[in-house]
């Protein structure tokens, strides 16, 4: 059994992640960190955990214990906590937060396994991709890959309130949230920069921007991307080599036809699907920002990285209904 530790365990990843692991058969929960609710039962707090767990948070970090931690921190967090606290070397690190996603001083692999999935296995340390980033990327991979991202591209994409974490703001409650739609940071999206740093991977180079128009939605998870890409290249030739990037992806899959967001909620897949109006491709992609936007793709990095099947614990169908 693989021995787990969770940092920040009271979010919504934090529960989430707890959720997937309590149905994993290679996983142990040995603790669920979180100074504030220390002693309270995980179920008092992911109240859709009850009758499914005993466990209670610990304000107390036995990593000697485990075989790997999540860091299910907001993002700056982590690099801060790092230098604060020691980590024993053969304890494996998968941060959900964004602070190891651009390479630098430091040995984190970025953990998108559709195009990392041999340095993903060989890691000690996983900085696993946002949410935005993993759809829009999912996208725009095999575009790259046919070396088609030439002029900059235009990427709109709505998540859900779960994306903005758990604790209350201005633009998360239900009366606000409820009934509306509103952009937020446009062009200058936190994700841009990993998203660039991956399709420049594929590709060889990036001269294009990616021009990303962030949405709020009025639902609780999800994210729905559109991204328009100019080229002459035949729709036949561009969908075939989507079908060939994505033949030996585990939960990235190509759809032959329109894709929507119920098709993916509660689940660790990411579905694709690509039309062509004249000269522009229009692609769709579609994650469920808690799963395949965060621990869900954390699980498969795990299982990667310890040698196990990369679905176990992870064979989830969609509530379509």
């Known amino acids: 059994m693989i021995r787990v530790g969770i940092l920040g365990a009271a979010g919504y990843t934090g529960g989430e992640l ?20 220390a002693g309270n039962l995980v179920s008092d707090v992911h109240e859709g955990l009850i009758g499914e767990t005993d466990l209670k948070f610990t304000d107390e970090m036995p990593f000697d214990k485990v075989d790997v931690v999540f860091f299910c921190f907001g993002h700056g967090k982590s690099e801060a906590f790092l230098k604060e606290h020691t980590i024993p070397e053969n304890v494996k690190i998968i941060d959900l937060a964004q602070d190891f996603r651009i390479k630098g001083n430091h040995d984190y692999v970025y953990g998108l396994p559709e195009i990392n999935k041999e340095e993903i296995q060989k890691a000690q340390h ?13 996208a725009l991979l095999p575009a790259a890959y046919l070396n088609l991202l030439k002029e900059d591209v235009a990427v709109n994409a709505i998540t859900g309130s779960t994306g903005a974490g758990q604790k209350p703001g201005a633009t998360t409650h ?3 949230r409820n009934n509306n739609l ?3 940071k446009p ?8 998203i660039r740093q991956s399709l420049k991977q594929v590709q060889g180079y990036l001269d294009a921007d990616i021009d990303f128009i962030p949405y709020r939605g009025d639902f609780a998870r999800g994210i729905f991307c559109t991204a328009v890409v ?6 036949e030739d561009v969908i075939e080599a989507y079908k060939e990037f994505y033949a030996g992806a585990a939960f990235t899959h190509y759809s032959d036809k329109p894709i929507d967001l119920k098709q993916v909620v509660n ?8 039309e062509k109006y004249g000269n522009k491709l229009l692609i769709t992609s579609a994650i469920d920002n808690l799963l395949k936007g965060a621990v869900g793709q954390a699980v498969q990095n795990m299982n990667l990285m310890f040698g196990l099947d990369e679905t176990s614990g992870l064979r989830l169908k969609a509530s379509a209904f």
């Open 267 to 274: 689940t660790n897949k990411a579905l694709v699907h690509v």
């Open 126 to 138: 996983i900085a696993n991709p946002g949410c935005f980033a993993t759809c829009i990327q999912v």
């Open 187 to 194: 062009f200058q999206h936190q994700h841009i920069a990993e």
């Open 230 to 235: 100019k080229t002459p290249a035949p729709v």
């Open 18 to 37: 707890i959720r997937l692991l309590l149905n994993h058969p290679e996983a142990e929960i040995v603790f669920a960190n979180s100074e504030s609710n």
């Open 174 to 176: 239900f009366s606000w």
């Open 182 to 184: 509103s952009i937020y």
